[in-house]
């Protein structure tokens, strides 16, 4: 499945399967080179979506308590890249967070990027929840060395691209910091017309743009990056913004948004990607190491809010 299958706007409803529809599911998974999974089709909640009558999509999550394995996901290979693939996948997703999922495992050989985009990780194999240990579908022995990506749904969220009806929760967001925090520089509070003037330049520039949601649409932070520079030589250089609501920081949502936020800019060809932080900022530091970014250097007395000069922190991760 290509990465560019998360891009386009999601168009597309993903439904519960009917019984009737396991034929069909079987089918599609043969034609995507995942026919031993037909095995399974009895257990696991499947979702897909129907075009003209026929499954055109479909994917499954296995519950076991608070653990889940996603896997049986296939797409037509007539229709990827139209985001039917995202469709049943964040239907799943929905489906485990209403659940009390609080993780989800898959096995991915060479789509790692894609799966970030949902907020996915890549995890080793001695963290895998003994519930689902035994898994075929998180079995290495199939060809491919296995890779293991795990999503952490403990805050309740799910990540997903922003869309212009998000950005009046993303300002709100915003301005609080510009109001409170030394974590933007910025004095004046952005107006709504310019943070739509920002999400609409993010999209025409083919820059990633990301929030998280709970299931009933509140937002509970956003990340977002562009160019670092404009001219040529640094075209593959990008900087990142990620900015929490104030009641859901120290709950794993950087982490969460920084995902996509990576694998859609590594995707795009950047090769470095840059932090500016308020260097006070001890949290955002941790948060940035956890995720391979290093220290690149200290600017000292670069900024000055709130009547006082601030130390300014370049961080840096290779792609």
């Known amino acids: 499945m290509k990465v560019s299958s998360l891009l386009p706007p999601c168009s597309f409803s993903a439904v519960p399967a009917a019984p009737h ?93 894609y799966w970030a985009l949902h907020g996915f990780r890549i995890s080793s194999s001695q963290a895998v929840p003994a519930a689902i240990l035994g898994a075929q579908e998180l079995d290495g022995r199939r060809g491919a060395p296995a890779t293991l990506m795990r999503l952490d749904l403990s805050a309740g969220l799910l990540v ?16 609080h910091e510009v109001r409170t925090s030394t974590s933007t520089y910025q004095y004046a509070q952005r107006t709504l017309e310019e943070q739509v003037a920002q999400w609409e330049l993010k999209r025409s520039d083919g820059h990633g743009f990301f929030v998280a949601t709970t299931l009933d649409g509140r937002i509970a932070g956003y990340a977002t990056y562009g160019l670092f520079r404009p001219r040529e030589g640094w075209r593959f250089t990008c900087e990142h913004s990620v900015y929490l609501h104030a009641d859901w920081r120290g709950r794993g949502v950087g982490k969460l948004l920084m995902a996509p936020v990576m694998a859609h800019a590594r995707w795009r060809g950047f090769h470095v990607m840059v932090g500016v932080v308020d260097a006070s900022n001890e949290a955002s530091v941790r948060l940035h190491r956890s995720l391979g970014f290093d220290v690149a250097g200290i600017i000292k007395e670069g900024g000055y809010k709130f009547d006082r000069w601030l130390d300014v922190a370049l961080l840096q991760a290779r792609l």
């Open 160 to 175: 997903r691209p922003a869309e212009k009806a998000d950005m009046a929760q993303v300002l709100a967001i915003y301005n």
């Open 21 to 113: 529809e396991r034929a069909e599911i079987a089918a599609l998974l043969a034609r995507c080179g995942l026919g031993r999974e037909h095995s399974r089709l009895e257990t696991g909640e499947f979702f897909v979506v129907r075009e003209q009558s026929h499954v055109a999509a479909c994917a499954a999550i296995d519950r076991q308590g608070e653990v889940a394995l996603l896997r049986s996901v296939a797409v037509d290979p007539a229709r990827r890249a139209e985001g039917l693939g995202r469709a049943v996948v964040l239907a799943a997703l929905h489906r485990a967070l209403e659940a009390g999922v609080r993780e989800v495992w898959l096995r991915s050989e060479d789509t790692q990027d």
